[in-house]
């Protein structure tokens, strides 16, 4: 693994239960908390304990693997009907990474097939093989994102956290920067910081120095000022949703960070496994976006920094439309300046 600068997995399922290293103390403490319960594993998913969309799918998925252990203990052949109530408490966590809904459809086409008997062999065999491919799916684009970035050395801009902590592990955008670092081709990496929850500060910061690949936080604020300078090649993100016309839904500032890199001729990369792809949804506008507690933008790390008696907006996620964006990588292939009919052909790839 150290080949690759992968040294970091968040999501574990370990001593037959479901174990997330706990990423509201990070980077100062490292705790995973361990879940048997598929309540808890809801309130963990809300509470941002484990957050970035495949990551939000793998543990879902493995709290369903929970919900069919203790349905079928209390109730023996009824955990079929009630293990449903436990699945619509795990959707209603999150509203915009699709992962999260795509990996309990998947979880519910299982437990269609399945019949009255103990269904926990067969629930972790699956949640197991949606985090499996996960890991695959991030090594392949890695690969392929890796092959667009020209040239050696150099730098890139991303923004969030698209890693290890995010996925199954390797990561998506940052699947492809550990693989163009291995590969030479970039030598260093700007995060953004990513407020106001920090992800780009806390975490991206944190993976990229465990696994020794060099790493320059910048304020969101600062990034249009780094790209005038010539200093970065690509910005590279991550997705929570990509409809059907290419228009990607990520972390808040991805948007300025796309439109910004428009401006300056720098090219704009989004990393995502086709779990992240909703063909339901014809255009960004229909991607529902959360809206997260406005203490978040007011205080910092429980403190507050705004003045008394100002509001807060705080949108979680914002939509990139697809005409700013140059290459979407995902495990069955690149779609160059996306359009309706490109992403459906990529979609019937297998
Ligand atoms: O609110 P978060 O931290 O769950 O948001 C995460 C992101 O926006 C990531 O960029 C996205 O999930 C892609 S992660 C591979």
């Not at 060099?214 to 780094?226: E, F, I």
């Not at 500032?253 to 990369?269: D, E, I, Q």
């Amino acid at each position: 693994m150290s080949t690759r600068h992968d040294t970091i997995r968040a999501v574990l399922w370990q001593d037959d239960r479901l174990q997330l290293l706990d990423q509201r103390i990070l980077p100062h403490r490292h705790v995973y908390l361990s879940y048997e319960e598929p309540a808890a594993v809801a309130q963990a998913i809300r509470d941002m304990v484990v957050r970035g969309a495949p990551a939000i799918g793998v543990t879902a998925a493995y709290g369903v693997v929970l919900a069919g252990r203790q349905r079928y203990r209390s109730a023996g052949a009824a955990w079929r009907d009630q293990i449903k109530e436990d699945i619509a408490r795990l959707a209603a966590s999150r509203p915009t990474a699709v992962n999260l809904f795509w990996a309990l459809e998947r979880m519910e086409r299982l437990i269609a097939g399945l019949g009255a008997g103990d269904p926990e062999a067969a629930l972790l065999a699956e949640a197991r093989a949606i985090h499996d491919e996960d890991i695959a799916a991030n090594y392949r684009m890695g690969e392929l994102g890796a092959a667009l970035i020209e040239g050696e050395g150099g730098a890139v801009l991303t923004h969030c956290n698209t890693g290890s902590l995010a996925t199954g592990g390797y990561g998506t955008a940052l699947g492809v920067i550990r693989s163009a670092y291995a590969a030479g081709r970039i030598s260093h990496v700007y995060a953004d910081e990513t407020r106001p929850w920090l992800q780009g500060a806390r975490l991206t910061a944190w993976e990229l120095v465990q696994d020794q690949i060099p790493v320059t936080l910048l304020a969101d604020g600062a990034a249009a000022h780094l790209m005038k300078q010539g200093q970065v090649k690509w910005v590279i993100v991550g997705s929570d949703r990509i409809a059907a016309n290419g228009d990607v839904a990520n972390k808040i500032g991805t948007y300025s960070a796309a439109v910004n890199a428009r401006y300056h001729g720098v090219k704009f990369m989004v990393v995502a496994p086709t779990s992240t792809v909703d063909m339901s949804l014809a255009s960004g506008e229909l991607i529902p976006i959360e809206n997260r507690s406005p203490d978040e933008v007011l205080a910092l790390g429980g403190q507050r920094v705004a003045a008394e008696g100002a509001a807060g907006w705080n949108p979680a996620f914002d939509v990139t439309p697809a005409v700013l964006i140059d290459a979407i990588v995902t495990e069955r292939g690149v779609v160059f300046n996306p359009t309706p009919e490109k992403m459906a052909a990529m979609m019937k790839n297998t």
